[in-house]
């Protein structure tokens, strides 16, 4: 007795299979794009955070036109006349009695600056500049007409 089974169209493999490869290239590129995305989204983080100015962002930051707040200060007594950088970027001068203190926000491309001068009757003074709230510079000015200058580097 012979059994004869109907035979359906050959098929090589099945359409699952051959689908197989193509799905799995287009899922690495999926994935390969999402993680491009995602890298580049976390660097503009990063850059975004970088130009926010909030002046612990070291060199960076500099470059990018953030300020930092610059406290001078003037220890002593008498009259002195006072040299310090202000906001706009320019020097001012004052003929103050001391002690005297002041302050500007500056961007990185003007250097934290105040200088003292004594008068005739002479004595001492001490400036300083402070920045972040840390004196980074201290000098001291001696005797009739003595001078000091405190500043910062371009930061």
Request: proline share 3%; with cysteine.
């Amino acid at each position: 007795m012979e059994t004869q089974t109907e035979a359906g169209p050959e098929t090589p493999e099945s359409e699952e299979t051959a689908a197989a490869p193509a799905t799995r290239r287009r899922a690495r590129t999926l994935v390969f794009g999402i993680t491009l995305l995602c890298a580049g989204l976390a660097t503009a983080g990063v850059l975004f955070a970088t130009r926010s100015g909030d002046g612990h962002n070291g060199a960076d930051a500099r470059h990018r036109g953030a300020t930092i707040r610059a406290a001078y200060q003037i220890t002593g007594h008498g009259t002195a006349q006072i040299s310090y950088a202000g906001a706009d970027g320019r020097l001012h001068t004052v003929s103050a009695h001391l002690p005297w203190h002041g302050g500007a926000e500056l961007t990185a491309s003007t250097p934290a600056v105040v200088s003292i001068v004594l008068g005739k009757e002479g004595g001492n003074a001490t400036c300083s500049v402070s920045l972040h709230g840390k004196v980074v510079q201290q000098a001291t000015a001696y005797g009739t007409y003595g001078r000091a200058n405190c500043q910062t580097g371009s930061r």
